[in-house]
C-alpha cells in the first residue's frame, strides 16, 4: 500500500515496526542511523518516514531537517523524550507525528494511516483571502504577510487553511482535531495546542486572529 522507511539504531526496534507495517502490507526500507536515512531519501522516494531521534552520526532532527530541505514526504517521530519543547522543536522542523517510547506498534500503524490518508487528499477550496497584509492563497497553497511568503510545514497549512475557511467561526478542539487530523487520528490535545502555539509564532502581528476559546478550542477572528 505504501512504501516506509524506518530509521532507527536499534535492530530490534525496526524489526517490529516492519512486521506489522508489512502485516499492513507496506512495503519497509530500513536506516541505521539518521545519515543513512538522509542518503536513501535522496535516491528514492518514500510514502513515509519512521524517524528515531537519539542515533549515532546524524540524529533524528537533523536528518529530518536534512531531508526537508528537498522532500515534504510526511515524516513520524520516536522518541523516550516526551517534552513539549522536544515535541515543538519536532513540528517546527515539519514533522508529521510524534510518537513518545514505549510505544504499541498498532497504534504507530493506525497514525501512518491516518497521515498517509490526509496526504493523499486535496484541499477544495479556490480562492483567496486577504486581511490587511495577510494573504492566504487556498489554490496555490501559500500564505503571504506584506507580499513575503510564509514557509509553514504542511499540517500547519492544513491547520491554518481549516480555521480561515471557518474564520469567526468557534471551532471546538475535538472539531478541530477531527476535521484537520481526521476520524481516525490517535494523538491528544497536546498536538493541537503545540501546532497553534506554531501557527501562532509563523503569523508573527497576525497571531492575533487566532483567538483561544477557554473550554471550547480556537476561533480565527477577522474582526479588529
Known amino acids: 500500500m505504501a512504501k516506509l522507511l524506518v ?5 530490534k526496534i525496526r524489526e517490529i515496526i516492519r512486521k506489522y507495517a508489512e502485516f499492513e502490507g507496506h512495503s519497509v526500507y530500513e536506516a541505521a542511523n539518521g545519515m543513512e536515512s538522509v ?3 535522496k535516491k528514492q522516494s518514500f510514502d513515509m518516514i519512521i524517524m528515531d531521534i537519539m542515533m549515532p552520526e546524524l540524529d533524528g532532527y ?3 531537517r536534512e531531508i526537508r530541505k528537498f522532500s515534504n514526504t510526511p515524516i513520524i517521530v520516536l522518541s ?11 513540528f517546527e522542523l515539519g514533522i508529521d507525528d510524534y510518537v513518545v517510547k514505549p510505544f504499541s506498534p498498532r497504534e504507530l500503524m493506525m497514525r501512518v494511516g491516518a497521515i498517509l490518508k490526509r496526504a493523499s487528499g486535496s484541499y477544495s477550496p479556490k480562492d483567496v483571502v ?7 492563497d487556498f489554490t496555490a497553497r501559500r500564505v503571504y504577510i506584506d507580499n513575503k511568503r510564509v514557509e509553514m510545514s504542511p499540517k500547519e497549512y ?16 475535538e472539531k478541530l482535531i477531527t476535521d484537520v487530523w481526521g ?3 490517535y494523538g491528544d490535545d497536546r498536538t493541537l495546542d503545540t501546532h497553534i502555539k506554531i501557527l501562532r509564532k509563523s503569523l508573527g502581528e497576525y497571531s ?10 480556537y476561533r480565527f477572528d477577522t474582526e479588529e
Do not use: M, P, W
Not at 530509521?7 to 535492530?11: C, H, I, M, N
Not at 486577504?130 to 492566504?136: F, P
Open 208 to 217: 492575533r486572529h487566532i483567538v483561544t476559546l477557554r473550554g471550547v478550542g
Open 39 to 41: 542518503l536513501l531519501c
Open 183 to 185: 476520524y481516525d487520528f
Open 130 to 136: 486577504i486581511i490587511n497584509g495577510l494573504t492566504v
Open 158 to 173: 492544513d491547520l491554518f487553511f481549516y480555521l480561515v475557511k471557518n474564520r469567526n467561526v468557534a471551532l471546538a478542539r
Open 80 to 90: 523516550a523524550r516526551g517534552e513539549e519543547y522536544d515535541r515543538i522543536h519536532g
Open 7 to 11: 530509521v532507527d539504531d536499534e535492530q
Open 62 to 64: 537533523s536528518a529530518c
